[in-house]
């Protein structure tokens, strides 16, 4: 009979039949869980008193869903930092799964995702000062917002973060977090303001009628005293980016003179919640903002300039104040219009514009996606990318030459040491078919890994502890012996760079008697900084290992009376990288100066403390050794010489003088013996007897000064000796006189002739 229906037998399978006699699927059979299903199935008659037919068993295949899709395109890349750059599809293959499509337009974007590292993708974290000299700016720009670890710094207060896997960032609440920078700055007719800047769009705010005309100050000169005048400022407003800079009194301007004051931007970036680089240039009377880099287009929907008069000439305020993070209200004595957000690299040139190629290089990144295959490119094909090469895009009529394409695009970091991490990279693609059919094809997601780099080391070395001439340390001595600096890793091929050293002093120096001088037309003409306070000398600015040791070897040390030096210790260190990387800590010490003989006496010999310098150490080290001990031999030699002159002097004296004492006694013996009393005798002398006695006399006189004379020629060596003979002479020449007079003195009243 005729057959009214079909009827599936086999219970439970996700099948149903219909009159006709088609099987249909009632819910998504997945190939996976099972890729073949049988039922049975018969067929009934529109009699019902026919018997069904017989069972027919049907199989039914599930095939996979066809769906275009990447091939080759490995879920996660290994990048090593020495590799330079690596292909991040060299296997790519669209498998379009449909036959019947005909592709005559096919589109590939390939965005690399950086907005995690560091302020949008890795960037050289050296700081503000050693970039700006990498790209060539001017160097009379002010870092207004400096390391906290800077010697003076104005912004230890502030929250940061870490400073090392990036350059500084500082964190402002919107409340309280603001800093009073210590500097008078009064612009001129041209300047530059430059920093990067990460800010949202505040939602606790929406509704509020205040926030509509709030200010948030970056950057703020006002009023110190007595009024509230802002005399210049940079603000953020409602996504706007506003520069506000009044005409001073004595700007030569009338007072009733309308002049731009004003400069309002809009623009998106403001709030994305990004980190972007501004840079306001104002050579007035007008302003230029640039965007990453790159001069903002300005229209009449997203740029407008204000009037506004001159400020008027007041006694009451006789200074200004730099706020950042706020604004000093000079009347109410306290910061307001806070800043939220995060900013970055701060800094003002006054009286200067900052040059394009300056303004590029600052925010050029160094991490990005590379196409070199202008070559292999089609009739017809495009290839478009961003101004951070972060985004590729390449679109053309033929898919087998937009696959060559993406072979070809490659990811390049030329950091050294790059921040590791892992870094997502995006592949949409859009495809057209003939007949104007959309072939949809499921994005894909690959994951690349910048490993971690070995970090390098960084040694100091130098000859230590060599004692200088007092003299010379009055004048000044460098301490630095034979100063070198290594740097090392894994990779020797790697190019290492410095940009900071510092040399401290654990005991301040004596303002009076001590000075510690670096080598400044050395440091301007490599144009680095140095600051020197009283504990030391900080040298910072990005420059090569062999600039920095001519630098420390020229810094020297001076003491204005050595004499009293005991020892000098110094502390000697240096980093890379905004301290991200550092060296070892080297120990210097300058001991007290060679002295004069008298002191050496009291010296002990070899005082020389050991270095740990390796080479040629040793031989410098002997040397002053071997200095010193023929010197102390010397010295015993002299003492021994000058201790037998003291005392044959002593003998010789000592002879002289009991010889002196010797004809003292035998003359006053002689003179004692011819004085008698004759007052009562009557004394007849013969004149021949009294000559003979006389010249006996004579005679025993001379022979007491012989021997006088043979003493003083056994020390005739000596002047006070021959100053006392001849005292002796004069005094035995009296004697003799005296005795001649007594001699003939005689009484002849009673002789008669």
């Not at 009023?223 to 706007?240: K, Y």
């Not at 390449?394 to 050294?416: A, D, F, H, Q």
């Not at 995006?426 to 690959?446: I, M, W, Y």
């Amino acid at each position: 009979g005729k057959v009214c229906s079909f009827e599936i037998l086999t219970k439970g399978v996700p099948f149903e039949v219909d009159e006709k006699g088609v099987v249909k699927n009632t819910e998504p059979l997945d190939p996976a869980k099972q890729e073949v299903w049988q039922f049975s199935v018969v067929a009934k008659s529109c009699d019902p008193h026919d018997l069904p037919s017989d069972e027919v068993k049907v199989i039914v295949k599930v095939k996979p869903a066809c769906q275009a899709e990447w091939i080759g395109i490995r879920e996660r890349m290994d990048f090593s930092p020495h590799d330079g750059k690596i292909l991040i599809a060299p296997e790519a293959e669209l498998d379009t799964c449909d036959d019947k499509c005909n592709v005559t337009k096919a589109t590939v974007s390939i965005k690399l995702n950086t907005e995690h590292i560091g302020k949008g993708c890795d960037r050289d974290t050296y700081s503000l000062h050693s970039q700006r000299k990498l790209c060539g700016a001017n160097p009379e720009a002010v870092d207004l917002l400096p390391s906290p670890l800077a010697p003076d710094s104005w912004t230890r207060n502030l929250p940061t973060d870490d400073g090392k896997e990036s350059d500084e960032v500082f964190a402002f609440d919107g409340k309280h977090d603001s800093v009073i920078v210590p500097l008078q700055i009064k612009l001129g007719r041209e300047f530059s303001i430059s920093t990067w800047m990460k800010h949202d769009d505040d939602d606790e705010d929406e509704g509020d009628s205040e926030s509509i005309h709030r200010k948030e100050n970056i950057l703020c000169i006002s009023d110190n005293e007595e009024m509230n005048r802002q005399h210049m400022s940079l603000f953020v407003r409602r996504c706007h980016l506003v520069l506000l800079l009044r005409q001073e009194p004595d700007s030569g301007l009338e007072q009733d003179g309308f002049a731009p004051a004003e400069w309002r931007w809009s623009l998106p970036e403001i709030c994305d919640g990004s980190w972007h680089h501004y840079t306001v240039v104002a050579p007035l009377p007008r302003a230029k903002l640039f965007v990453d880099g790159k001069a903002f287009i300005e229209n009449k929907k997203n740029f407008n300039v204000v009037n506004d008069f001159p400020m008027h000439l007041t006694k009451k305020v006789h200074s200004t104040k730099v706020a950042i993070g706020g604004c000093w209200m000079g009347g109410m004595q306290h910061v307001s219009n806070h800043f939220k957000g995060y900013l970055a690299g701060l800094s003002l040139l006054n009286n200067r514009v900052e040059s394009n190629s300056a303004i590029q290089c600052l925010t050029r990144c160094q991490e990005k996606l590379d196409f070199n295959a202008v070559e292999d490119m089609d009739s017809g094909m495009a290839v478009s990318m961003n101004s951070d090469m972060t985004s590729i895009t390449i679109n053309g009529p033929s898919l087998k030459n937009v696959e060559t394409l993406l072979r070809k695009i490659s990811y390049v970091n030329t950091r050294n040491f790059p921040t590791p991490g892992h870094r997502p990279v995006t592949f949409d693609t859009e495809l057209t078919c003939s007949n104007g059919r959309h072939l949809e094809v499921a994005p894909l997601k690959s994951l690349l890994i910048v490993s971690r780099v070995e970090k390098p080391v960084i040694t100091l070395n130098a000859v230590l502890n060599i004692q200088e001439e007092a003299e010379e340390i009055s004048k000044g001595v460098g301490f630095l012996k034979d100063f070198q600096i290594f740097a090392h890793s894994k990779n020797q091929a790697d190019e290492y760079n410095l940009d900071s050293c510092s040399i401290h002093m654990p005991d301040p120096l004596s303002s009076q008697l001590e000075q510690i001088k670096p080598p400044l037309d050395l440091v301007k003409q490599l144009g680095l900084n140095v600051k020197v306070t009283g504990n030391g000398v900080v040298i910072s600015g990005v420059d090569k290992l062999e600039n920095y040791e001519r630098v420390l070897s020229g810094t020297l040390y001076a003491h204005a009376n050595p004499l009293n030096l005991n020892q000098r210790k110094f502390k000697v260190s240096c980093s890379e990288l905004n301290g991200r990387y550092s060296s070892n800590v080297l120990e210097v010490v300058q001991p007290e100066p060679q002295s004069s003989l008298s002191d050496k006496l009291v010296q002990p010999a070899g005082n020389v403390q050991p270095s740990v310098d390796k080479q040629g150490q040793g031989a410098r080290l002997k040397a002053v050794t071997t200095g010193q001990s023929a010197a102390a031999g010397v010295v015993i030699v002299c003492i021994i010489c000058i201790g037998f002159i003291v005392l044959l002097a002593t003998v010789g004296i000592s002879r002289i003088r009991n010889a002196q004492r010797h004809s003292n006694v035998s003359g006053l013996e002689d003179k004692q013996e011819m004085e008698w009393d004759n007052s009562a005798l009557t004394i007849t002398v013969n004149p021949m007897d009294q000559e003979h006695h006389r010249r006996r006399r004579l005679h025993h006189l001379r022979h007491n000064d012989d021997d006088e004379t043979d003493v003083e020629e056994e020390d005739e060596e000596e002047e006070v000796v021959s100053d006392d003979h001849e005292d002796d002479e004069d005094g035995d020449g009296v004697m003799e006189s005296k005795m001649k007079k007594s001699e003939l003195e005689w009484d002849d009243s009673t002789l008669s002739y």
